[in-house]
Nanobody, 119 residues
């Protein structure tokens, strides 16, 4: 059974940093694209970062560009989201997700971790 488990969320003051981790189990994800999403109350889910499987290139939402860094360690089947200069509007539940090998649709999702940024 494929499972993604996030950790690292919490409460932080504006301007602070957090590092989210997402450990995958059940199969390897070295050939999968992986991404980080977030959803705030009353808002639609937003993709904040994505890492391709073929080139390992990353893409970011405009709202987090320059502040967030996504990375992956295929040997550990783990992905990370380093979040710096956090703002109150970054408050949301953050989810990691992965595609099937070579796929483009995110079929696997974690349970989410809460990030709260106080002003």
């Amino acid at each position: 059974q494929v499972q993604l488990v996030e950790s690292g969320g919490g409460l932080v003051q504006a301007g602070g940093s957090l590092r989210l981790s997402c450990v995958a189990s059940g199969r390897t994800f070295s050939s999968s694209a992986v991404g980080w999403f977030r959803q705030a109350p009353g808002k639609e889910r937003e993709r904040v970062a994505a890492i391709s499987w073929s080139t390992n290139s990353t893409r970011y939402a405009d709202s987090v560009e320059g502040r967030f860094t996504a990375s992956r360690d295929n040997a550990k089947n783990t992905m990370y989201l380093q979040m710096n200069s956090l703002k109150p509007e970054d408050t949301a539940v953050y989810y990691c997700a992965a595609t099937i090998p070579g796929g483009t649709r995110y079929d696997y999702w974690g349970q989410g971790t809460q990030v709260t940024v106080s002003s």
